[in-house]
């Protein structure tokens, strides 16, 4: 079994939890039974199929389902190839936004909504309703998706909100809201609750990772050198911890992430798909 470092008696990570995980790459699934992983091919009756592109929001939702071990189809969106205009995936998510996730209930679209949901329905990496941490594990994940991802959207899509030739003002503006934001969130996880804690993942450290992947990457071209990881020390601390996840490895090895894609991220190099 791969070794685990959740706390005993986490109210977020039971100690009872199963250690089972079962990855898919594409439509392969991955099945983590000790070192080393091994991949099988064949049917399976998956009641998630995640829509993604390669290292789109869509990672944070793999890294989710990957965590809690659940069974997952993937289907790629062509962004290329405007994908997201097309009737079908309108169908799924009007705003024509990356990630959906296909559920038994129907499609759920807001990445936030999805962590959610699959943290509720599977009782795992978010403390449960009941628990006294909810409401400041709320709190937090919705300052995440309302707040910090909104703003980061700004900063990588700065030509949707003004005309472009202001899009670097703009971006010169957001990048300071986004330190501060980032800022109140380490000063958060100093206090290391469960639920943003190095020792143990959640949904909230999964979705705080990726986005602080992406402030280190993108826009390509663009500065910045406004986003120091050593400037968050408890948060570096968090993402040192998921990048040795088997749930991390394995979203490394579906999305071409490279080895160090929180602390040290390179361009994605997927095996299917792009980013962009
Ligand atoms: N609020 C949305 C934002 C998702 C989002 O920004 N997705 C990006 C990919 S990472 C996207 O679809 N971008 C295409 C676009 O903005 O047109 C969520 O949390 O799911």
Redesign the pocket.
Known sequence: MPTTTARANSPIYPANTPQKYAFPIGNVAIKWSGDPVTVYKGTMNAPYRLHY?PD??SLVIRLALNEMGLFYDTALVDRPGNG?NSPAYRALNPN????VLETPQGPI????AILLWLADRHSQLAPAPDNPDRAAFLKWLFFA?NTL?ADL?ILF?AE?YIEPSQADILRAGIRPRLRQHLGALDAEAQNAPDWLHPDQPSVLTFYVACMMRWMALYPPGSDRSWFQLLDTPHLQKILMQLETRPATRAAIAAEGLGVTPFTSPVYANPPEGSAI
């Open positions: 592109a789109n929001a997201l024509g936004l990356i990630p679209f807001e990445t936030a998706s991802h959207r899509y949707k």
